[in-house]
Antibody, heavy 120, light 108 residues
Framework: EVQLVESGGGLVQPGRSLRLSCAASGFTFDQYAMHWVRQVPGKGLEWVSGISWNSDNVGYADSVKGRFTVSRDNAKNSLYLHMNSLRAEDTALYYC?????????????WGQGTLVTVSS | EIVLTQSPGTLSLSPGERATLSCRASRIVTSSYLAWYQQKPGQPPRLLFYGASSRASGIPDRFSGSGSGTDFTLTISRVEPEDFAVYYCQQFSSLPRTFGQGTKVEIK
């Protein structure tokens, strides 16, 4: 069974940094692309970032480009999101998501999310 | 980026009725690279379809997907009580990946 467990969320002041982590299990991690998708409670979904199986290809939403960096450690079955210069509008539930394939395509399995709140 | 517009915003139906959800793209979605998701309250989304009409694992056949170009449709032939949820479309034709704003299927 695919399991994705996010961690690292919390309350952070505007302009500060935060690193989210996702521990993956139940599948061959290094064969699949991974993503971060966020959702403001009660609102819609926003793709934040994705990374291919071998880290050769990465992508970002325009709203986070230049501030967020996605990375993965296939040896540790882990996905990361480094978030800098955080803004109030980054407040959301951040989901770690497994792709159906090795490149950034569709969102197959989802974690339960970690809540990030940006506020002074 | 490709903007996806879903309609209607809310669909009020009785169990057993047919649901037709629309997703329109601001430009052509190459090779029907469109997916549909279902989200119930307090849960993460679940993949229903990818490639416009390829059903994901475990999805009942009362759900069907269709469309091409800029117009796509998710149909539920007979809505079951467990189908009341919010449905999102998502394109994987180009970066950044984008979602529609969602259609809520609620009990009438």
């Amino acid at each position: 069974e695919v399991q994705l467990v996010e961690s690292g969320g919390g309350l952070v002041q505007p302009g500060r940094s935060l690193r989210l982590s996702c521990a993956a299990s139940g599948f061959t991690f290094d064969q699949y692309a991974m993503h971060w998708v966020r959702q403001v409670p009660g609102k819609g979904l926003e793709w934040v970032s994705g990374i291919s199986w071998n880290s050769d290809n990465v992508g970002y939403a325009d709203s986070v480009k230049g501030r967020f960096t996605v990375s993965r450690d296939n040896a540790k079955n882990s996905l990361y999101l480094h978030m800098n210069s955080l803004r109030a509008e980054d407040t959301a539930l951040y989901y770690c998501v497994k792709d159906l394939w090795g490149e950034m395509v569709v969102f197959d399995s989802w974690g339960q999310g970690t809540l990030v709140t940006v506020s002074s | 980026e490709i903007v996806l517009t879903q309609s209607p915003g809310t669909l009020s139906l009785s169990p057993g009725e047919r649901a037709t959800l629309s997703c329109r793209a601001s430009r052509i979605v190459t090779s029907s690279y469109l997916a549909w998701y279902q989200q119930k309250p307090g849960q993460p989304p679940r993949l229903l379809f990818y490639g416009a009409s390829s059903r994901a694992s475990g999805i009942p056949d009362r759900f069907s997907g269709s469309g091409s170009g800029t117009d796509f449709t998710l149909t539920i032939s007979r809505v079951e009580p467990e189908d009341f949820a919010v449905y999102y479309c998502q394109q994987f034709s180009s970066l950044p990946r984008t979602f529609g704003q969602g259609t809520k299927v609620e009990i009438k």
